[in-house]
Protein backbone atom coordinates (compact mmCIF):
# COMPACT_ATOMS: atom_id res chain seq x y z
CA UNK A 1 0.00 0.00 0.00
CA UNK A 2 1.15 3.76 -0.98
CA UNK A 3 1.32 6.51 1.53
CA UNK A 4 0.67 10.23 1.19
CA UNK A 5 3.22 12.37 0.38
CA UNK A 6 1.71 14.87 2.75
CA UNK A 7 0.52 13.04 5.63
CA UNK A 8 2.40 9.68 5.50
CA UNK A 9 -0.78 7.76 6.31
CA UNK A 10 -1.95 4.61 4.33
CA UNK A 11 -3.87 6.36 1.04
CA UNK A 12 -6.60 3.95 -1.15
CA UNK A 13 -7.44 4.75 -5.10
CA UNK A 14 -10.67 5.83 -3.63
CA UNK A 15 -9.57 8.18 -1.02
CA UNK A 16 -7.00 9.97 -3.71
CA UNK A 17 -9.36 9.78 -6.46
CA UNK A 18 -9.52 13.39 -8.30
CA UNK A 19 -6.19 14.11 -7.09
CA UNK A 20 -3.12 14.17 -9.20
CA UNK A 21 -0.81 11.29 -9.75
CA UNK A 22 2.31 12.51 -8.67
CA UNK A 23 5.99 11.29 -9.39
CA UNK A 24 6.56 10.61 -5.72
CA UNK A 25 3.61 8.80 -4.88
CA UNK A 26 -0.14 9.33 -3.90
CA UNK A 27 -1.92 11.67 -2.07
CA UNK A 28 -5.29 12.42 0.00
CA UNK A 29 -7.41 15.24 -1.68
CA UNK A 30 -7.84 16.91 1.18
CA UNK A 31 -3.92 16.94 1.58
CA UNK A 32 -3.27 17.95 -1.95
CA UNK A 33 -5.56 21.15 -1.13
CA UNK A 34 -3.70 21.98 2.60
CA UNK A 35 -0.63 21.56 0.46
CA UNK A 36 -1.74 24.34 -2.39
CA UNK A 37 -3.54 27.06 -0.04
CA UNK A 38 -1.98 26.68 3.15
CA UNK A 39 -3.12 26.27 6.89
CA UNK A 40 -6.55 28.23 7.80
CA UNK A 41 -4.19 30.86 9.39
CA UNK A 42 -2.78 31.22 6.29
CA UNK A 43 -6.10 31.65 4.23
CA UNK A 44 -7.32 34.00 6.70
CA UNK A 45 -4.02 35.96 6.73
CA UNK A 46 -3.25 35.65 10.55
CA UNK A 47 0.10 32.97 9.91
CA UNK A 48 3.80 34.75 10.44
CA UNK A 49 3.87 35.10 6.45
CA UNK A 50 1.24 38.59 7.21
CA UNK A 51 3.30 39.69 10.04
CA UNK A 52 5.89 42.43 9.89
CA UNK A 53 9.06 41.77 8.01
CA UNK A 54 11.59 39.90 9.71
CA UNK A 55 9.33 38.29 11.72
CA UNK A 56 9.99 34.95 12.69
CA UNK A 57 8.14 31.94 11.26
CA UNK A 58 6.16 30.39 13.76
CA UNK A 59 3.81 27.13 13.63
CA UNK A 60 0.78 27.30 12.44
CA UNK A 61 -2.27 27.95 14.66
CA UNK A 62 -3.49 24.52 13.51
CA UNK A 63 -3.98 22.60 17.11
CA UNK A 64 -0.97 19.76 17.72
CA UNK A 65 -3.91 17.37 18.33
CA UNK A 66 -4.82 16.75 15.14
CA UNK A 67 -3.16 14.74 12.55
CA UNK A 68 -1.73 16.50 9.25
CA UNK A 69 -4.36 14.99 7.50
CA UNK A 70 -7.00 15.36 9.87
CA UNK A 71 -6.33 19.06 9.80
CA UNK A 72 -6.61 19.13 5.77
CA UNK A 73 -9.69 17.72 6.00
CA UNK A 74 -11.31 20.15 8.50
CA UNK A 75 -9.46 22.46 5.89
CA UNK A 76 -11.22 20.93 2.85
CA UNK A 77 -14.75 20.96 4.79
CA UNK A 78 -14.34 24.62 5.94
CA UNK A 79 -13.34 25.73 2.49
CA UNK A 80 -16.53 23.43 0.96
CA UNK A 81 -19.10 25.03 3.55
CA UNK A 82 -17.89 28.89 2.95
CA UNK A 83 -18.10 27.88 -1.04
CA UNK A 84 -21.83 26.79 -0.26
CA UNK A 85 -22.68 29.48 1.40
CA UNK A 86 -21.51 32.14 -1.01
CA UNK A 87 -23.53 30.17 -4.04
CA UNK A 88 -26.90 30.58 -1.76
Do not use: F, Q, W
Not at 31 to 58: N, P, Q, T
Request: net charge negative; charged share 30%; hydrophobic share 35%.
Amino acid sequence: MKTCVYCGEVVTPEESEGAPELIEGRMHKECGIRMLLGSAAHIRMECSCYREEGAVHEPEDEPRRESARRAAAALRLRICSARSAAMN
